[in-house]
């Protein structure tokens, strides 16, 4: 079974500060998916990655999906509180329908 | 607005009791997962389907069946609940290659 470690596994931030956390695999991803899960609440998704040396943003969020596709980045500018959440990786295997999930990076962001 | 409902936030069972947790989604997918969430572990796939009647083992499926008469609903059957079953269990549907979407989880609690 692939693993997906993420890390840091916490992290606590000021109102402001920038951020990375980062998704890594035993072996290469045939895609990847971002997702944010708030407390209380499902997993919603960011983004998807799929070609190496892949670039995404969404706002103040930068996605980064390696050259050799065995890992992923998510970058924050300037975290803002409603950043606050657990940060999910997650592999759709190829040649299967199932989703492969990493453990996790819980960020707080200080106001 | 797409929809993955779960039918219970909360659940409090006893020890041997048979459980079953609900899932229906109203987008027509033809993917249905089951996973439980445990601090430090991420998401760990219990069982899924890809079709009406079909199922997969996932990671973890000892202690748990599944029941998929319908597309739109899939169960999730704990035989005989124990206390390492204590847990917060998702629900996710999806199209295939697509993203997932969640319900907003049950929190079951096994004493």
């Known amino acids: 079974t692939q693993l997906l470690e993420q890390s840091p596994q916490f992290l606590s931030i000021q109102e402001g500060e920038n951020l990375t956390v980062y998704c890594n695999s035993s072996s290469v991803f045939s895609s990847l998916q971002w997702y944010r899960q708030e407390p209380g609440e499902g997993p919603v998704l960011l983004v998807t990655v799929v070609t190496g040396g892949e670039v995404k943003k969404l706002k103040r969020l930068t996605f980064q999906f390696g050259d050799a596709r065995k890992d992923s980045s998510l970058h924050i500018t300037a975290a803002q509180p409603g950043d606050t959440g657990l940060y999910l990786c997650?592999?759709?295997?190829?040649?299967?329908?199932?989703?492969?999930f990493g453990t996790g990076t819980r960020l707080k962001v200080l106001a | 607005d797409v929809k993955v409902t779960q039918s219970s936030r909360y659940l409090v069972k006893r020890t041997g009791e048979k459980v079953f947790l609900e899932c229906v989604q109203d987008?027509?997918?033809?993917?249905m997962f089951w996973y439980r969430q445990d601090p430090g572990l991420g998401l760990r796939l219990i069982y899924f389907s890809y079709d009406v009647k079909m199922k997969e083992k996932g990671d973890i499926p000892e202690g748990y069946s599944v029941s998929r008469e319908k597309k739109e609903r899939f169960s999730l059957i704990l035989e005989s609940a124990s206390t390492n079953q204590t847990s917060m269990y998702l629900c996710?549907?999806?199209?295939?290659?697509?993203?997932?979407?969640f319900g907003q989880g049950t929190r079951l609690t096994v004493v």
């Open positions: 996710a549907s999806s199209s295939t290659g697509a993203e997932a979407f």
């Open positions: 987008m027509d997918h033809e993917n």
């Open positions: 997650a592999e759709l295997t190829s040649g299967t329908y199932k989703y492969i």
